[in-house]
């Protein structure tokens, strides 16, 4: 939602930033995100089995548990401008 405000953001993260205000904070342009020396960002690991019903096989298990584990690891590195590391 901050991509879309026309006028420049500034985001400053004091204390704790976790679950949708680190979304929040990596929003804008990496040069006008501050934060205080004793900021501290909490993502949340996805827990899985969110999405209703098992997968029957080990093999769907696998490729559904990967996919899940990726996306919110994915969606802070990019603006962050760091890679994924599994």
Same mark, same amino acid.
Request: with cysteine; aromatic share 6%; hydrophobic share 30%.
């Given at each position: =939602?901050?991509? +879309?405000?026309?006028?420049?953001?500034? =985001?400053?993260?004091?204390?704790?930033?976790?679950?949708?205000?680190?979304? #929040?904070?990596?929003?804008?342009?990496?040069?006008?995100? +501050?934060?205080?020396?004793?900021?501290? +960002? #909490?993502?949340?690991?996805? *827990?899985?089995?969110?999405?209703?019903?098992?997968?029957?096989?080990?093999?769907? !298990?696998?490729?559904?548990? !990967?996919?899940?584990?990726?996306?919110?690891?994915? *969606?802070?590195?990019?603006?962050?401008? !760091? *890679?994924?590391?599994?």
């Amino acid at each position: =939602m901050i991509r +879309f405000i026309a006028a420049p953001v500034n =985001m400053i993260g004091t204390g704790w930033v976790g679950s949708a205000a680190t979304h #929040l904070y990596l929003g804008v342009p990496k040069e006008r995100r +501050f934060c205080t020396p004793n900021t501290r +960002f #909490l993502i949340h690991q996805p *827990s899985g089995g969110a999405g209703g019903g098992r997968p029957t096989s080990p093999s769907t !298990r696998r490729r559904s548990s !990967r996919r899940a584990s990726a996306s919110p690891r994915r *969606s802070p590195a990019r603006p962050a401008g !760091r *890679s994924i590391r599994c």
